[in-house]
């Protein structure tokens, strides 16, 4: 955990959402970094949950200082946050950071903690087991269950709150070692439409974006990830792959005004790669 609340000073902000803060879940990297710094862009207070080594948290440290310098409010937590004990533990410390006219607008669910084993290998590979599955559940797709509820509980959301999670083409597609990252994207696209619906009274909006193959440290742990980009580029029309900008940019187009009325589906931002 790294904040103090006194650290925080009034600053000129040059984007349109002042006194609005944006929670990213495992926003240290990849789509999760990339929205964190567009928002920061935009004048969002930025929140960041993650996870991360020793060795990392310096390469992730230049990252966070470019979203100060934005002249935003910024807080990180190097916290397991698909943990039910700690977000209860999170809430709390995020209730003591906002000004009490201050509330949570944006909260996006960039969480990459998921098993990457075959379910069956004849090579002597291990296989999935069922643990296996629980845990990459429970991390990719009942926390953002768990973290809605929480805000809510705590009263923290704002009355037009945007929620918004990445999906993957794996939600259809079956692909060698990802059998339970598959399972919880199409688990996390089920959660996001039943928030619409269900927290709709508070105003809530829930989408997911599914993005295409982006080159992203995830994307590198996939088994097979080389193939999957030489798969993506030859599909793509664009000729190129999805770039975390490409997504970003997608996430603030769903915290405007104008798509206030877009909610409980997904959006796909691949340049057209899934149409092949």
Not at 131 to 151: G, H, P, R, Y
Not at 252 to 276: C, F, H, M, N, Q
């Amino acid at each position: 955990m790294e904040y103090r609340k006194d650290d925080f000073k009034a600053s000129s902000i040059r984007g349109t959402k002042q006194g609005t803060w944006a929670i990213i879940l495992g926003g240290s990297s990849g789509l999760g970094m990339a929205t964190a710094k567009k928002l920061a862009l935009k004048g969002f207070h930025i929140i960041i949950i993650h996870r991360d080594r020793k060795l990392d948290l310096q390469r992730i440290k230049e990252d966070f200082e470019e979203i100060t310098l934005t002249g935003v409010k910024f807080a990180n937590f190097n916290v397991d946050g698909t943990k039910i004990e700690k977000i209860g533990t999170l809430t709390e410390q995020i209730r003591e950071l906002l000004l009490p006219q201050e509330r949570i607008s944006v909260l996006v669910h960039s969480i990459a903690k998921g098993s990457l084993k075959p379910m069956f290998s004849n090579s002597g590979q291990m296989e999935l087991n069922r643990q296996d599955f629980e845990i990459t559940m429970e991390a990719m797709a009942v926390s953002l269950f768990d973290w809605t509820k929480a805000l809510v509980q705590a009263g923290l959301f704002s009355d037009d709150a945007r929620i918004m999670a990445f999906t993957s083409e794996g939600n259809t597609r079956a692909w060698k070692n990802y059998a339970a990252v598959s399972a919880a994207k199409v688990a996390l696209e089920a959660l996001t439409r039943n928030i619409a619906l269900e927290y709709a009274p508070l105003g809530i909006k829930a989408n997911c974006i599914q993005a295409g193959v982006t080159d992203t440290v995830s994307l590198n742990r996939i088994p097979g990830s080389d193939f999957l980009k030489k798969n993506a580029l030859k599909r793509n029309p664009q000729g190129r792959l999805t770039t975390p900008e490409d997504v970003a940019n997608v996430v603030y187009l769903l915290t405007t005004d104008e798509a206030k009325w877009i909610t409980g589906t997904v959006i796909k931002v691949d340049g057209g790669e899934s149409l092949r």
